[in-house]
């Protein structure tokens, strides 16, 4: 059976970092004190029953392709680990040890379920950890799999206790291997040249994304990240839903246009190329169907600063409708149509990417209750992020489930430090409290330019715009500029006082040259209020000039040798310039 074009994508990645915790989807969750572990385990072998993805393992052939090998439970039985914690620190060592587990997929299933058991003098609590292998897993699944949990643990648990019990579950048409077959043999003829023609045309001439990073990028993409997390008040995430219904937009789109925004400002480009996932679940078929089916979609943008900012929104979730109307290309198909060629040291197309979340419970904290009955776990707060991964240089996500918006920015550390990252954070935040503004004055939509955007919030602005920007310094009254620089120059002669190119000269250098020329302006005629022209272009040699003329007494006039031939012979005569240095090669320029 053979895998689906993103499982291929996974498993090349498997195989050349030669096993990795990226991609690992982990839940954890205290359990409810009287839960019955058996029934539990009993539950989740019968989800493993329902959805044979979660117990296939990946194989290879004689020519290295990886293919689909779906095991029988009877076979293959499925089992809990059963870890003893004497403490919450033993337990967040443990939970730390399971999250970032490597799978090796050609011999385990994909699911890998831990209960931690802490007992101390006061009482008993039991957590668990359920860690799924993105290669058989999504967002979406994460809903799919806690409701099935809870309903097949109650029906088990009813039916031991001798009471009526009925299980409500959704028939499944087809399995997962079904889909990755179905996918190949659908996106064929005309159907895949229709879907190729629609994203070359998108793509073509499109430019890499350039957002200046803080450390060297790696030869090899590295997967150790960090999240920083903000929410936004409740009245600025209302007044946000409103302005899309007022554009015409889904949340989505308006979100999506301030990060486009927020990565104009740094990057200093204006067409914009990032990625976004979609859940690819508009087939019926595989709404309940636990897998991996997310699709990456590759947005582009061109960013006009005449445009108001209603047009450039709206256009941004025009292009997102056509977008998802075309994604039933795998963005591996895409990859390889386009020819990109191969870095180990990125992502292929994007490197930036922005994300809604699926309002599934593995975003959220668990309800009380289902249909009546106490949920088996809760919630399990932990101090700190078990798996630190970044997939990508750089993502935002945006979880609209609660009646504030929250949002994540997750980054390489290989690249960006959090003081950078946190800057992009505010900078976002400030952009969407733009946009906000526009629920309670509609008609300045109409008026609202793209350049009439500001980055800065007020307190910033003023920190960055004059508090680091102090143009008042005090120095002695009593010395010139040139003095001061010789004091520079005994005080450090083996410095480097400037580099021009690939040249450099140290303060004592630069100070014997100046010397040396004031010595000869002096011989020339200069003194106290001569004039001196200097038509020299920036270079170490028009430092020397300038420190010359000011040793000799004299007052230096700056000449561009770029500037027209009657600017300069004007400004020439205007000053009545004693002398003028030039280099030999523009003396052509100074008739």
Not at 102 to 127: A, D, G, H
Not at 204 to 213: C, F, M, S
């Amino acid at each position: 059976l053979p895998l689906s074009f993103a499982q291929e994508r996974l498993w090349f990645i498997e195989k050349y970092e030669e096993g990795t915790n990226a991609y690992n989807l982990p839940m954890i969750f205290q359990l409810s004190a009287d839960i019955q572990l058996d029934i539990l385990e009993k539950s989740i072998a019968g989800i493993l029953e329902r959805h044979e993805i979660l117990r296939t393992l990946i194989k290879e052939d004689s020519e290295g392709n990886g293919y689909q090998f779906v095991c029988n439970l009877q076979e293959c039985p499925f089992t809990i680990i059963k870890i003893p914690v004497q403490s919450l620190q033993h337990l967040n060592e443990e939970l730390d040890k399971q999250v970032n587990y490597i799978f090796n997929l050609e011999t385990e299933y994909p699911i890998r379920v831990c209960v931690y058991e802490l007992t101390n003098s006061n009482s008993f609590r039991s957590y668990i950890s359920i860690l799924f292998h993105h290669i058989a897993f999504d967002g979406w699944s994460g809903d799919i799999f806690l409701t099935e949990l809870q309903e097949l643990y109650s029906y088990y648990l009813k039916k031991q206790s001798d009471l009526p019990a009925t299980l409500s579950l959704p028939n499944l048409s087809i399995q997962y291997k079904d889909f990755a077959l179905w996918q190949r043999n659908y996106l064929q003829g005309d159907r895949l040249e229709e879907q190729l023609t629609y994203w070359k045309s998108k793509l073509e001439g499109y430019e890499t994304l350039n957002l200046i990073t803080d450390k060297p990028r790696p030869s090899q993409i590295k997967y150790a990240g960090h999240d920083i997390l903000f929410e936004l008040e409740e009245s600025l995430s209302e007044s946000l839903r409103q302005v899309a219904k007022d554009f015409g937009v889904s949340l989505y789109s308006l979100l999506l246009g301030g990060y486009y925004l927020m990565l104009r400002c740094y990057s200093g480009q204006r067409d914009l190329v990032i990625g976004t996932s979609v859940a690819n679940r508009h087939y019926s078929q595989v709404e309940n169907l636990i897998g991996f089916f997310v699709n990456t979609l590759v947005l582009r943008t061109k960013i006009n600063s005449k445009s108001t900012i209603k047009e450039f929104i709206q256009e941004v979730g025009k292009t997102v409708v056509e977008a998802q109307l075309h994604q039933d290309l795998p963005f591996e198909k895409l990859v390889e149509a386009l020819k990109v060629p191969k870095d180990t040291s990125r992502h292929p197309l994007f490197q930036i990417v922005f994300d809604q979340t699926f309002e599934g419970r593995m975003q959220q904290k668990p309800d009380k209750s289902v249909n009546g009955q106490e949920l088996l776990y809760q919630d399990f707060d932990r101090e700190k992020n078990l798996h630190n991964t970044a997939k990508f240089d750089l993502s935002l996500v945006i979880d609209d489930s609660q009646t504030c918006l929250q949002g994540s920015f997750n980054y390489a550390e290989s690249l960006y430090t959090e003081e950078t990252v946190r800057r992009f954070m505010e900078t976002y935040i400030c952009i969407l409290r733009q946009l906000g503004v526009l629920a309670d004055y509609p008609k300045k939509a109409e008026e609202f330019f793209v350049s009439n955007l500001t980055y800065l919030d007020s307190e910033k602005f003023q920190e960055v715009v004059h508090t680091w920007n102090q143009g008042v310094a005090s120095y002695p009254e009593d010395e010139t500029l040139h003095g001061l620089f010789e004091a520079q120059a005994k005080l450090t002669p083996d410095r480097i006082a400037a580099i021009h190119q690939d040249h450099q000269i140290t303060y004592d250098a630069l100070n014997k040259r100046a010397n040396q020329l004031a010595h000869y302006l002096r011989k020339k005629g200069v003194a106290t209020e001569s004039l001196v022209g200097i038509g020299i272009d920036r270079s170490i040699d028009m430092l020397v000039g300038i420190l010359a003329v000011l040793k000799a007494g004299g007052a230096y006039i700056p000449l561009d040798p770029s500037s027209p031939e009657e600017r300069l012979e004007y400004m020439l005569e205007d000053s009545q310039a004693k002398l003028l240095l030039i280099h030999s090669r523009a003396g052509k320029q100074f008739k």
